[in-house]
């Protein structure tokens, strides 16, 4: 695989197999080779969409909602204790 | 057999007390008994519950209670949230994930009285065309198991086409909804962006994702969409548009009304099959009085690569939350760095792990200008195109997809042929319109044909009252597969 | 060769709503862990955010205390990074269009006014709590989704003192406008330092070193103080400083490496698709400019001005917005506000930490106290009486004029009523007497203690002290 798709799938932190990598990374090279297609347009001063609809200003007042249950919000938890999620200790 | 009714049939019958809402839901679960073994298309449902929810039905109407969907039994997509139950998205990596909350859809198809059932099969996050990505093995056509659904909505297809439920939800993004039902021989609607909450749709492509029925007929679809449009507090993209009649909508009438036919449409591959079935189609609508000119949408080639690009960015993000941490299918690992590799390399399938490296590499530094950036930018032209289009069109017409359903297996090595086969259904989404597919023929060897008819946005009345009207001259709707 | 320090700051400081952010959560500190969560905050499958109008008003108000300009479009993007508090695992914040630029904060420094430009205070969102245990940690999602601003300043700050004033006084910028309780045991504020150092005279600035997570501001100064010798004494030992985040370890007092520019985020922001822009009206603006409260330091100059306060007490006022409001008030008009500043701030505040009770609890009119320091200096009352009418006062809730017409406590100023006091004192110690007479002035103030003793305190003192100089001299 191409060093900067390493670079993404080390972004994406996904696990690959040595099989994996070699499949993904060819099928990926092929798929940027074709969108590389929009490099044909002239782009210049055409604004990006981000949105499909043109809404602005959708806003919620400060009132409070019912929150989820302890046990609703733990429950599909893969690890518990006191309350928390557990995961593998972290260290910065 | 009630469970091979339409949502009008089934309530004209509820309402006359020919029969009742447990009558209809047993029979459809006797008929996913019957059929489903070869179809694969629900993963999961839950008897018990759906016969209460029956009961509950049947107490409410004798109660005097009167609802569009009092009694109906959907069937759901498994990317929509339902209390209670499963939500796996045909995913290994949500392991049992349980929602702890409704979608905004579902408690609508609730108030509505509806009967909300079971979980369908899809491509994996709702990524694919063909419902082969799901993790849960794939779901077949009914009209050959051999051939894909289509996808990724590929089991709600199944399950509206094989009688295994009255109708069913599914969702959007680049086709999702219209493509799995042409394939399949039913009508599937793809709302314009904004027009149903996306609150409990787990996000595939945020800007792109809608929820649609899928139905038997025109009329039921019309139904479906009056229930679950409208305003929804918890989805900031929502558009707060009032909901139209859409059963009025459909007056029979299409006289003036203009059909447009892009020129860019005319693309190789194109299976002759496809192209006379939807040029008879659009030839019976001009027979009823529909005025229908060619149009061009000169952007066309650059939708299936602006698509993937967004398409991916957005997902790269949204399926960020499957790590193992909260929820899910842990993969342990010395640091949350490592379970979260563990728990993604081991979870996700290969066409979800293709795309969020794809949408990764996309908005990664150094990259984003040239892919991500200038994708939206060739959206802007995309959406512009349709809209001047749609000033001299009310509607657009097109084959649903290229091709009849394919083989299962056929185009599994080649994503990129898998993505092209996209063509008409994409850009409907890059341009946040609304689209719906209707049965329109067979091919010589009985597979279903689609004609895809695409509205400006909020224009799904006349695309509900052409597709109607379209549906009332034919019989192509009330044809099913033999199972078995 | 001389080096200078150029440091940056990037405060991020905890909004004060009801709710949070996307969802309608409580935003409290201390609930039992994981009870204040909804499927929004923690990230389930299928849920979408909503903006907190409040939020956005406190961060305009904000703003334009920090003479910041509000932008008619602000947008939300996607912040990428994995980490376990980190419940979607990208941040909503603000990039490229945030909801405020370009400002700047004055504060004292020195002997002078300082003034820190403010490059932008944008929106975003807080993430969960870690604990850490002997090999696990855990996760509290209870702060996830917090409505967090973040305010950039640009790199305008000198040293470590000037790092540690302006936090200070943006704390207290952000109390004052209520748009933060800044609670730092709570950890509502917390910093990352940016510093670099460059020989004096250079105009480009030297390698950025990031000092991440500190939260106290006497943290900030004691590991800025320490970065700037450290890159100092690297640069003048020859070597070079590379672009990294440190820690700063509080145990040793020392800074130390997370990471080097290599393996710096790649965050990969785009425009967040599920939140639309904010594009505020005029009438929103004007709306939210109507609760821009007088900064700190625009105050305290006030007070000094208005009310000729030496510093010492305008500071006191500042520190205490409503006592400072009270003072104000019961100030206005009087001859004296030196004297009602005193009465304030040491009288009534003591009645304060000896009652527990508050401004609003106050009984009598806010007219009172500028009465009773008339009292005073118009000679009515000696200010020991005054002690005992103010603890009335407090009591009551009556006006002084009416206390001392009711308990006679009015200071006697009547000669020969005096002499009579005098007479007694004298009779009753003749031994000081006869000490003054041989020279010992000390002795004329313990009889003139006598004689208001005598008087019960309401003798005019004086003419007190005149009056007996007057009998013992003769």
Known sequence: MREDLQHAVKLARIELSAEEEGRLGSQLGDILKYVDKLNELDVEGVEPTAHAVPLTNVLREDEPRESLSHEAAMRNAPKTSNGLFIVPKIVE | MPHTLTISQLTDKLAQGELSSREATQSCLDRIDAVDGQLNAFLSHDPEDALAQADAADAARTGGKSKPLLGVPIAMKDVIAVNGHPLNCASKILGDFNSPYDATVTEKLREAGAVVFGRVNMDEFAMGSSTENSAFGPARNPWDSD??????SGGSAVAVAADECIASLGSDTGGSIRQPAALCGCVGLKPTYGRVSRYGLVAFASSLDQV???????????????????EDKRDSTNVPEPVPDYIAALTGDVKGLKIGLPKEYQVDGIDPEVKSATEAAVAELEKQGAEVKEISLPHTQYAIATYY??????????????????YGARVDGASPEKMNRATRGAGFGEEVKRRIILGTYVLSSGYYDAYYLRAQKVRTLIRQDFLNAFKEVDLIASPTTPTPAFKIGEKVDDPLQMYLSDIFTISCNLAGLCGISIPCGFSVSGLPLGLQLLGKPFGEPDLLRAAHAYEQATDWHTKRPEIG | ???????????????????????????????????????????????????????????????????????????????????????KNYQLTQLDFPSTIEGFVEFEFGEGIERVRINRAHLEEDVGKSTHFSDYSGVDFNRAGVPLLEIVTEPDLTGPDMAYDYLNALKGILEYGGVSDCDMEKGQVRCDVNISVRPVGQTELGEKIEIKNMNSFSGVRRAAAYEIER????????????????????????????????????????????????????????????????????????????????????????????????????????????????????????????????????????????????????????????????????????????????????????????????????????????????????????????????????????????????????
């Open chain 3, 1 to 87: 060769m001389t080096y200078e320090a150029v440091i940056g700051l990037e405060t991020h400081v905890q909004l004060r709503t009801r709710t949070k952010m996307w969802c309608g959560c409580a935003n409290e500190y201390g609930a039992e862990a994981n009870t204040n969560v909804c499927p929004v905050c923690i990230g389930l499958p299928g849920v979408l955010p909503v903006p907190n109008a409040e939020a956005l008003r406190k961060t305009a108000l904000t703003g334009m205390l920090l003479n910041c300009d509000v932008p008619s479009y602000a947008k939300w993007d996607r912040k990428n990074y994995f980490y376990p508090d980190n419940p």
């Open chain 3, 231 to 474: 890159q100092i004494g690297v640069l003048r030992e020859g070597g070079t400083l590379v672009q990294e985040t440190r820690r700063w370890n509080d145990v040793v007092g020392i800074t130390e490496n997370m990471r080097t520019k290599e393996d710096a985020h790649d965050y990969r922001y785009f425009p967040d698709p599920d939140l639309m822009p904010h594009r505020p009206s005029e009438e929103w603006i004007a709306e939210v400019r109507t609760l821009v409260k007088e900064l700190p330091l625009a105050r305290k100059q006030r007070l000094m001005a208005d009310f000729k306060l030496p510093s010492s007490d305008a500071v006191v006022f500042v520190g205490d917005a409503a006592l400072g409001d009270y003072f104000e008030v019961a100030a206005k008009g009087a001859k004296n506000p030196k004297a009602v500043a005193n009465w304030v701030i040491n009288n009534l505040q003591a009645k304060f930490s000896e009652t527990g009770s508050t401004v609003a609890d106050i009984k009598f009119e806010t007219s009172a106290i500028g009465e009773l320091v008339g009292l005073v200096e118009g000679g009515k009352i000696s200010s020991k009486i005054a002690q005992d009418v103010f603890a009335e006062m407090f009591e009551s809730g009556k006006s002084p004029a009416p206390i001392v017409e009711e308990k006679g406590l009015s200071q006697v100023c009547d000669t020969s009523e005096l002499q009579a006091f005098c007479n007694e004192a004298i009779a009753a110690n003749s031994a000081s007497v006869e000490d003054f007479r041989n020279g010992k002035e000390a002795a004329l103030n313990f009889l003139k203690g006598q004689v208001m003793k005598v008087s019960r305190g309401k003798a005019n003192p004086k003419i007190v002290g005149e009056l007996l100089k007057k009998i013992l001299g003769s």
């Open chain 2, 309 to 326: 690009i967004i398409a991916t960015a957005e997902a790269s993000a949204n399926l960020a939350r499957f790590e193992g941490v909260r």
């Open chain 2, 147 to 152: 051939c894909i659904p289509g996808g990724s």
């Open chain 2, 212 to 230: 649609g029925p899928l139905t038997k007929d025109v009329r039921d679809a019309a139904t479906m969409l009056g229930v679950i449009a409208g």
